[in-house]
């Protein structure tokens, strides 16, 4: 009997173990195995798709709204987006979590970005031309990972000095756990330069027949270069590529009825890059499709235009009695549904302008003089053409034609930041003075690192003054 009982025993402790071992090698089918994710060019392609969708312009379009002299509270605000108008915002997102998100939602864009890089070289190439389409899918993953590291040093980096410690951290692999410190602002540019160039090395120069602006061309990367050059004062170099980008002559500048038609999606002149929308984008933060005003453009923006400005009313208008801001209002797709333009032919027209003036001289000031008339021919109707008599008048020029040209694009708070100059609002935009101003001095320039990385990198450092 006690030897029944062993072999029993024995049967039984067999059987459980067995079955937990069976159990324990059973796949979940509730998880997607990641490396089954890249077999083919096909997939990586998908994952690219991913990288562009992640890529959060609206972010950039409404903190250089909020924060700046875009926009006053419309008259139905009830509290949205006050933290950032009245500059109140906090790193810990119970105050504006909208001067945080562009944190996440960039590393969001790199980490997709790194993940597909890793792959491209285990996804065997099976027709003749997957070799090319790698290359391609490989160039636009490197420009939108400078692209979107640009967009964090803009946000969360000082005025750009190569010395300043405090840029942000470099995340170039796959890697869930890693903590990492703060690269300096000089090493982080250095990357998006080395991005920037290894992308147009790989990716194929379009002409006017082939552009097509909803992916990444090696124009478009060199649009980008010509933004960085702005950012870190490299003028020649911000010359050298704005010029490259106008000659190629792919789009350029329009003006009336056609340039008014880019802003409700029926014409994509001018446009270098953009990125669709199939739902509500930004234009919903300032406006409900229900009628609700939450803001509206500045009283200060809008005494910049003339009557004669096609500006003016490409960019604002009246609806139910009330200003809006026109230029993310409406397309054939619905209310407040529009594809957001992240690049255009104007601003290399600026760029090129503002760096013309910067290397100063008697030649250059003329030639960046030309560029401003250029553009402003192209706006206002019967412009007569002005002279400019040395380098700071021009840029004073240049900077409030950036304000008028850009506007509601992203590039207000950046341009003033880079700049040096204050935020300074109407008093008629504010209701109260406590943010009429925004001295250069003040670390809200700066915005903050959220506070849940902190919690979760103990290499994370806090700017200054949260």
Same mark, same amino acid.
């Given at each position: 009997?006690? $030897?029944?009982?062993?072999?029993?025993?024995?049967?039984?402790?067999?059987?459980?173990?067995?079955?937990?071992?069976?159990?324990?090698?059973?796949?979940? !089918?509730?998880?997607?195995?990641?490396?089954?994710?890249?077999?083919?060019?096909?997939?990586?392609?998908?994952?690219?798709? !991913?990288?562009?969708?992640?890529?959060?312009?609206?972010?950039?379009?409404?903190?250089?709204?909020?924060?700046?002299?875009?926009?006053?509270?419309?008259?139905?605000?009830?509290?949205?987006?006050?933290?950032?108008?009245?500059?109140?915002?906090?790193?810990?997102?119970?105050?504006?979590?909208?001067?945080?998100?562009?944190?996440?939602?960039?590393?969001?864009?790199?980490?997709?970005?790194?993940?597909?890089?890793?792959?491209?070289?285990?996804?065997?190439?099976?027709?003749?031309?997957?070799?090319?389409?790698?290359?391609?899918?490989?160039?636009?993953?490197?420009?939108? $990972?400078?692209?979107?590291?640009?967009?964090?040093?803009?946000?969360?980096?000082?005025?750009?000095?190569?010395?300043?410690?405090?840029?942000?951290?470099?995340?170039?692999?796959?890697?869930?756990?890693?903590?990492?410190? $703060?690269?300096?602002?000089?090493?982080?540019?250095?990357?998006?330069?080395?991005?920037?160039?290894?992308?147009?090395?790989?990716?194929?120069?379009?002409?006017?027949?082939?552009?097509?602006?909803?992916?990444?061309?090696?124009?478009?990367?060199?649009?980008?270069?010509?933004?960085v050059a702005l950012y870190k004062g490299?003028?020649?170099?911000?010359?050298?590529?704005? !010029?490259?980008?106008?000659?190629?002559?792919?789009?350029?500048?329009?003006?009336?009825?056609? *340039?008014?038609?880019?802003?409700?999606?029926?014409?994509?002149?001018?446009?270098?890059?953009?990125?669709?929308?199939?739902?509500?984008?930004?234009?919903?933060?300032?406006?409900?499709?229900?009628?609700?005003?939450?803001?509206?453009?500045?009283?200060?923006?809008?005494?910049?235009?003339?009557?004669?400005?096609?500006?003016?009313?490409?960019?604002?208008?009246?609806?139910?009695?009330?200003?809006?801001?026109?230029?993310?209002?409406?397309s054939a797709a619905g209310a407040r549904?529009?594809?957001?333009?992240?690049?255009?032919?104007?601003?290399?027209?600026?760029?090129?302008?503002?760096?013309?003036?910067?290397?100063?001289?008697?030649?250059?000031?003329?030639?960046?003089?030309?560029?401003?008339?250029?553009?402003?021919?192209?706006?206002?109707?019967?412009?007569?053409?002005?002279? *400019?008599?040395?380098?700071?008048?021009?840029?004073?020029?240049?900077?409030?034609?950036?304000?008028?040209?850009?506007?509601?694009?992203? *590039?207000?708070? *950046?341009?003033?930041?880079?700049?040096?100059?204050?935020?300074?609002?109407?008093?008629?935009?504010?209701?109260?003075?406590?943010?009429?101003?925004?001295?250069?001095?003040?670390?809200?320039?700066?915005?903050?690192?959220?506070?849940?990385?902190?919690?979760?990198?103990?290499?994370?450092?806090?700017?200054?003054?949260?």
């Amino acid at each position: 009997m006690k $030897r029944i009982k062993f072999v029993l025993l024995a049967a039984t402790a067999f059987t459980l173990a067995t079955g937990c071992k069976k159990n324990l090698d059973l796949t979940p !089918t509730d998880v997607f195995d990641e490396s089954k994710a890249y077999l083919t060019v096909d997939d990586l392609q998908r994952g690219l798709n !991913t990288a562009y969708g992640r890529f959060d312009v609206d972010n950039t379009v409404y903190i250089n709204a909020t924060i700046s002299d875009e926009l006053r509270f419309g008259p139905d605000n009830a509290g949205q987006g006050q933290f950032e108008y009245r500059l109140q915002y906090t790193a810990d997102g119970t105050a504006s979590g909208s001067t945080t998100g562009g944190w996440g939602s960039m590393y969001s864009v790199i980490n997709q970005v790194n993940r597909v890089l890793e792959k491209i070289p285990t996804v065997p190439s099976v027709a003749v031309n997957d070799d090319t389409r790698k290359n391609i899918i490989r160039g636009q993953l490197l420009a939108l $990972r400078g692209y979107a590291y640009l967009e964090l040093m803009q946000r969360f980096a000082k005025k750009y000095n190569a010395s300043d410690v405090l840029g942000v951290p470099l995340s170039l692999s796959v890697n869930s756990f890693a903590q990492l410190p $703060r690269n300096k602002s000089g090493e982080v540019v250095a990357q998006i330069d080395k991005d920037l160039n290894d992308a147009k090395a790989l990716l194929v120069a379009p002409t006017a027949a082939t552009y097509d602006d909803k992916v990444i061309n090696q124009l478009t990367v060199v649009a980008l270069q010509a933004r960085v050059a702005l950012y870190k004062g490299d003028w020649a170099g911000a010359r050298d590529n704005a !010029t490259t980008v106008i000659n190629a002559a792919v789009k350029p500048l329009t003006t009336g009825t056609d *340039f008014a038609n880019i802003w409700v999606d029926n014409s994509v002149s001018e446009v270098l890059l953009r990125f669709r929308r199939g739902g509500q984008s930004i234009g919903a933060s300032f406006a409900t499709s229900g009628g609700q005003v939450y803001f509206s453009p500045s009283d200060k923006l809008l005494s910049q235009y003339t009557a004669s400005d096609v500006r003016r009313n490409a960019y604002i208008a009246t609806a139910g009695g009330k200003r809006v801001v026109y230029k993310h209002y409406t397309s054939a797709a619905g209310a407040r549904i529009t594809d957001m333009k992240a690049i255009r032919i104007a601003e290399m027209y600026l760029i090129r302008a503002e760096a013309y003036a910067e290397l100063d001289g008697a030649a250059n000031i003329t030639a960046g003089t030309n560029d401003l008339n250029t553009l402003r021919t192209n706006r206002i109707t019967g412009y007569v053409n002005q002279t *400019f008599a040395d380098k700071a008048t021009l840029i004073t020029a240049l900077m409030t034609e950036r304000y008028k040209e850009l506007a509601f694009e992203g *590039f207000r708070l *950046f341009d003033l930041k880079r700049r040096g100059l204050d935020v300074n609002r109407n008093a008629t935009d504010v209701d109260s003075p406590n943010w009429l101003n925004l001295l250069s001095t003040n670390f809200r320039f700066v915005l903050p690192i959220p506070q849940a990385e902190l919690q979760g990198n103990s290499n994370m450092v806090q700017n200054t003054g949260y």
